[in-house]
C-alpha cells in the first residue's frame, strides 16, 4: 500500500540503519522455540514491527513513535494494536486531527472495510467536537458544523462507492444517534431506496431511524408512524414483488412491535395486489409473499384462538406451497416449520 506523501516501506532505509533509532532495540515476535507454521514476512514488515513492540514497550510517547505506527498500519492496515497504540499518541501529542482525518481518509479510500480505521474515525471526530456540546445545539446547527458536514459528505461519498458497505453505515449510524441527526436521515434513506429499492443496508438504516436507536425491546411506537410504514413497505412491493427487502421490513416490524396489524392491515393490503391483474402473476409467484402468509396466519391464530385450527391450517398449506413450488431451495425448511405450526 502507498498513501501520497507517506514513507514508502519497501525501498526505505532501514530503520537499523537510521541513527534517530540507534537507540532502540527491537523486540522481536516470539512464535516458540519450534514454530509450526511461522508467517513469512518481509524483511522490511519484520523489522517494522519489532520497532513497534520495543517502543510500546516502554510506553514512548514520540512524534518519532507515530511515524513508526504510520508506516506499521500503512504495511498492515488491520493490525489493531498499531491503531490503538496510534490513538493513545494522537491524544497525547495533541496530534492536529484535521491532518490526521485526511490520512484516515486516504487510507480509507484503499481498504474501506477496514474495521480499525472506522473506529479510529470515530475518536477523532470525537475530539473535534464534543457530543455534548454539539446537543446543545438545534438540530440544524449541528447539521451546518464543519466537523457534521464534513462527515456526513465523506459518508456520501463512500455509500455512493459501495453502497452496502457494512462499515460505513455502521459508522453512520454512531454520528447520528452520538449527535442527534435524525431529523435529516429519513430523507437520505428514502433516496438510497430510490436509488436501489433491492439495497438491504438501507432498509436496515430506515428501521434504525424509525426506532431513533433505541431498544427494539422496549420501544413503543406510535400507530400513525406504524401505518405509513406499512403504506411505505407495500409502494416498494409493488414496484418490486420478488425483493425481498420490504417484505423482511415490514413483517418483522409488525412482527415486533404491532403484531396485531399484520392481519388487520397489511394482510388485505396484500392480498388486494395478489388479486389485481397487474400484480397477481408476480406477486402469487414470489416467496416472499407466501412466507408473509405464514407469519400473518401464525400470528393472528394467537390473537383469535377460535380460529386457530383454521389459521394454522392456511399457515400450513402456505408451507407447502413454498416447499413444493415457491421456494424450493429452503423446501428441508418449509417442511420443518410446518411441523412448529401445531
Same mark, same amino acid.
Given at each position: 500500500?502507498?498513501?501520497?506523501?507517506?514513507?514508502? *516501506?519497501?525501498?526505505?532505509?532501514?530503520?537499523?540503519?537510521? +541513527?534517530?533509532?540507534?537507540?532502540?532495540?527491537?523486540?522481536?515476535?516470539?512464535? /516458540?522455540?519450534?514454530?509450526?507454521?511461522?508467517?513469512?514476512?518481509?524483511?522490511?514488515?519484520?523489522?517494522?514491527?519489532?520497532?513497534?513492540?520495543?517502543?510500546?514497550?516502554?510506553? +514512548?510517547?514520540?512524534?518519532?513513535?507515530?511515524?513508526?505506527?504510520?508506516?506499521?498500519? !500503512?504495511?498492515?492496515?488491520?493490525?489493531? =494494536?498499531?491503531?490503538?497504540?496510534?490513538?493513545?499518541?494522537? #491524544?497525547?501529542?495533541? *496530534?492536529?486531527?484535521?491532518?490526521?482525518?485526511?490520512?484516515?481518509?486516504?487510507?480509507? +479510500?484503499?481498504?474501506?472495510?477496514?474495521?480499525?480505521?472506522? &473506529? &479510529?474515525?470515530?475518536?477523532?471526530?470525537?475530539?473535534?467536537?464534543?457530543?455534548?456540546?454539539?446537543?446543545?445545539?438545534?438540530?440544524?446547527?449541528?447539521?451546518?458544523?464543519? =466537523?457534521?458536514?464534513?462527515?456526513?459528505?465523506?459518508?456520501?461519498?463512500?455509500?455512493?462507492? #459501495?453502497?452496502?458497505?457494512?462499515?460505513?453505515?455502521?459508522?453512520?449510524?454512531?454520528?447520528?444517534?452520538?449527535?442527534?441527526?435524525?431529523?435529516?436521515?429519513?430523507?437520505? *434513506?428514502?433516496?438510497?431506496?430510490?436509488?436501489?429499492?433491492?439495497?438491504?443496508?438501507?432498509?436496515?438504516?430506515?428501521?434504525?431511524?424509525?426506532?431513533?436507536?433505541?431498544?427494539?425491546?422496549?420501544?413503543?411506537?406510535?400507530? /400513525?408512524?406504524?401505518?405509513?410504514?406499512?403504506?411505505? $413497505?407495500?409502494?416498494?412491493?409493488?414496484?418490486?414483488?420478488?425483493?425481498?427487502?420490504?417484505?423482511?421490513?415490514?413483517? /418483522?416490524?409488525?412482527?415486533? &412491535?404491532?403484531?396485531?396489524?399484520?392481519?388487520?392491515?397489511?394482510?388485505?393490503?396484500?392480498?388486494?395486489?395478489? =388479486?389485481? !391483474?397487474?400484480?397477481?402473476?408476480?406477486?402469487?409467484? =414470489?416467496?416472499?409473499?407466501?412466507?408473509?402468509?405464514?407469519?400473518?396466519?401464525?400470528?393472528?391464530?394467537?390473537?383469535?384462538? !377460535?380460529?386457530?385450527?383454521?389459521?394454522? /391450517?392456511?399457515?400450513?398449506?402456505?408451507?407447502?406451497?413454498? $416447499?413444493? +413450488?415457491?421456494?424450493?431451495?429452503?423446501?428441508?425448511?418449509?417442511?420443518?416449520?410446518?411441523?412448529?405450526?401445531?
Amino acid at each position: 500500500m502507498r498513501i501520497e506523501g507517506s514513507e514508502d *516501506v519497501e525501498g526505505a532505509v532501514p530503520l537499523s540503519q537510521q +541513527e534517530e533509532w540507534a537507540d532502540v532495540t527491537p523486540l522481536p515476535q516470539d512464535d /516458540g522455540e519450534n514454530p509450526v507454521c511461522p508467517i513469512a514476512y518481509t524483511d522490511e514488515y519484520r523489522e517494522t514491527m519489532d520497532y513497534l513492540r520495543a517502543v510500546m514497550a516502554r510506553g +514512548e510517547v514520540s512524534q518519532r513513535a507515530l511515524a513508526l505506527t504510520t508506516r506499521a498500519i !500503512e504495511t498492515n492496515p488491520g493490525h489493531y =494494536t498499531a491503531w490503538t497504540y496510534r490513538k493513545r499518541l494522537v #491524544e497525547e501529542l495533541a *496530534v492536529d486531527i484535521g491532518g490526521e482525518l485526511e490520512w484516515v481518509s486516504e487510507i480509507s +479510500e484503499m481498504y474501506p472495510k477496514n474495521y480499525q480505521l472506522w &473506529h &479510529h474515525r470515530e475518536a477523532l471526530v470525537e475530539r473535534l467536537l464534543d457530543p455534548a456540546d454539539a446537543l446543545k445545539m438545534t438540530e440544524d446547527e449541528r447539521i451546518a458544523h464543519p =466537523t457534521i458536514r464534513r462527515e456526513l459528505q465523506f459518508l456520501a461519498n463512500a455509500i455512493d462507492e #459501495e453502497s452496502k458497505n457494512f462499515h460505513a453505515w455502521s459508522y453512520r449510524q454512531w454520528l447520528i444517534a452520538k449527535y442527534g441527526l435524525w431529523g435529516q436521515e429519513l430523507a437520505f *434513506v428514502d433516496t438510497m431506496i430510490n436509488q436501489d429499492v433491492r439495497n438491504n443496508s438501507a432498509w436496515n438504516q430506515r428501521y434504525f431511524v424509525v426506532l431513533q436507536g433505541q431498544d427494539p425491546a422496549t420501544v413503543t411506537l406510535d400507530a /400513525g408512524l406504524v401505518l405509513r410504514e406499512i403504506t411505505y $413497505a407495500v409502494e416498494n412491493i409493488k414496484s418490486a414483488p420478488n425483493n425481498e427487502s420490504p417484505w423482511s421490513y415490514v413483517v /418483522g416490524l409488525l412482527l415486533r &412491535h404491532a403484531p396485531a396489524k399484520l392481519h388487520t392491515e397489511l394482510m388485505p393490503r396484500i392480498s388486494a395486489l395478489a =388479486t389485481a !391483474e397487474d400484480y397477481h402473476l408476480a406477486m402469487t409467484t =414470489t416467496p416472499f409473499y407466501w412466507s408473509a402468509l405464514v407469519d400473518i396466519y401464525e400470528q393472528q391464530a394467537k390473537e383469535q384462538p !377460535e380460529r386457530r385450527a383454521e389459521l394454522l /391450517g392456511q399457515a400450513r398449506s402456505a408451507c407447502d406451497s413454498l $416447499a413444493a +413450488e415457491h421456494d424450493l431451495i429452503r423446501g428441508k425448511y418449509w417442511r420443518y416449520r410446518k411441523t412448529m405450526l401445531a
